[in-house]
């Protein structure tokens, strides 16, 4: 059976299982329509099912029609580069934060990276630094949208963290993600302080709004044990939508991820690489010879090219056409990578630009108390 938690994901995951071992409720027709109606329009991603799965979206809208508006919050592990996979969750939380006018708080973990990779220090400062202008280059409002750095904002989340960590055991931490005696012991602490912006905003401002959390399901494990604890500490538990994983280049098992950059595209990659990649290494769903394929068609369920371009063609129509040309036999794998390609580079050569303007605007994210 695939694992799947916040530091491992192998092998072929099985959605349906993760929704009953996780204790998640899968999206319906009805929650989608519903978001459509108080949103206006439908990401792609929820139409395709790339978000699948909740917690507490119900009582999260519920609270959005009775004016109190939710905040959303997510984060990134600042230890490498960025993949069109991170690119996908922070994609869909820049149009959440436009369609339903909201803050989003974004967590840069860099104590979390620290203590699980093998970097210095000073390596996962670079990265933070790295990987803001990444999210910064998708559009994010400044004026709605804090960074918080774990080492550079404790002072206050510390004292938040550890109301969360006195109420959780080791022994809860070792079952929820296998670590075992030997894990260092600033892993075992580092759920509390992923925690902390779940209810930050509303300690720093007396609120009370609801919290929305859109992540990949690998991070669901870290609020599955924090929900009960903050309710304990009064605040509400955090809602949450999940993603399924973008698959690594090479086929459909595990999660694409940047230790191997090989079978991730980066955002830093230039067009002949990301060319290069997707050539080489996209497992086709096609058939051995153009004969053959021209005859039983190919199968866009495991074919990467096609799953990517889920992520990259917006244009329902277009994407329909491309499935049903390449299962009929009509279009070949060589074409449909090209399609691909095209639409991933033409998507990079703006983010680049973009990411490159950020290094002027780093300052404007980052939270400051008042
Ligand atoms: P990190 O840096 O591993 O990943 C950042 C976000 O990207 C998602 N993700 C993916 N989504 C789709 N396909 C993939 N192949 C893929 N790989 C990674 C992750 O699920 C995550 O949403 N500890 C966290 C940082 C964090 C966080 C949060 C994430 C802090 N607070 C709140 C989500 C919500 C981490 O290391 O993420």
Redesign the pocket.
């Known amino acids: 059976m695939a694992k799947v938690n ?1 530091y491992q994901v192998e092998g072929k995951v099985d959605y349906d299982r993760l929704v009953q071992e996780f204790g998640i409720t899968k999206l319906t027709p009805a929650d989608l329509k519903r978001i459509e109606k108080l949103g206006g329009e439908l990401h792609p991603y929820l139409k395709r099912g790339i978000f699948f799965a909740h917690r507490d979206l119900k009582w999260c809208l519920d609270e959005y029609e009775k004016g109190n508006k939710f905040f959303l ?5 600042p230890s490498g580069p960025i993949h069109l ?2 690119l ?2 922070w994609r869909f939380t820049k149009w959440l934060q436009d369609t339903f006018d909201t803050e989003v708080w974004f ?1 840069f ?1 860099d104590d ?1 990276k620290f203590l699980f990779k093998d970097l210095s220090y000073e390596e996962i400062q670079k990265w933070t630094h790295e990987n803001m202008l990444d999210v910064i280059a998708l559009g994010f409002d400044p004026r709605k949208t804090h960074f918080l750095i774990d080492t550079k904002h404790a002072g206050i989340m510390y004292p938040e963290a550890i109301k969360v960590a006195k109420k959780i055991t080791f022994s809860t931490i070792k079952a929820a993600f296998g670590f075992t005696d030997s894990n260092n012991i600033g892993s075992i602490f580092y759920t509390s302080m ?1 925690t902390v ?1 779940v209810f930050l905003p509303n300690v720093l401002r007396g609120e009370k709004r609801p919290c929305l ?1 859109p ?2 399901v ?2 669901d494990p870290h609020f599955r044990i924090s929900r009960d604890v903050v309710e304990k500490l009064g605040h509400h538990k955090p809602a949450v939508l999940h ?1 399924v ?2 698959p690594p280049l090479v086929g459909m098992e595990g ?3 940047s230790s191997d950059a090989d079978k991730a595209i980066l955002t830093t990659d230039d067009a002949a690489t990301v060319k290069k990649k997707i050539n080489k290494y996209a497992f086709s769903g096609g058939q051995a010879t153009v004969e053959e394929h021209r005859k039983k068609g190919g199968n866009p369920e495991i074919d990467i090219a096609y799953q990517w371009l889920r992520y990259f063609e917006f244009d329902d129509k277009k994407l329909k056409k491309i499935h049903d040309d390449y299962k009929s036999g009509k279009l070949l794998s060589g074409e449909l990578k090209a399609i691909l390609i095209e639409k991933v580079n033409e998507f990079l050569a703006e983010h680049q630009k973009k990411r490159e303007k950020a290094r002027k605007e780093v300052e404007k994210y980052i939270f400051k108390q008042k």
Do not use: N, R, W
Request: with cysteine; hydrophobic share 25%.
């Open positions: 916040p919050y997510t984060g990134c592990g996979g991170h996908g969750i967590q973990t979390e992923q912006p959390v992540l990949a690998d991070q993603s994983f973008m999660k694409m991820s």
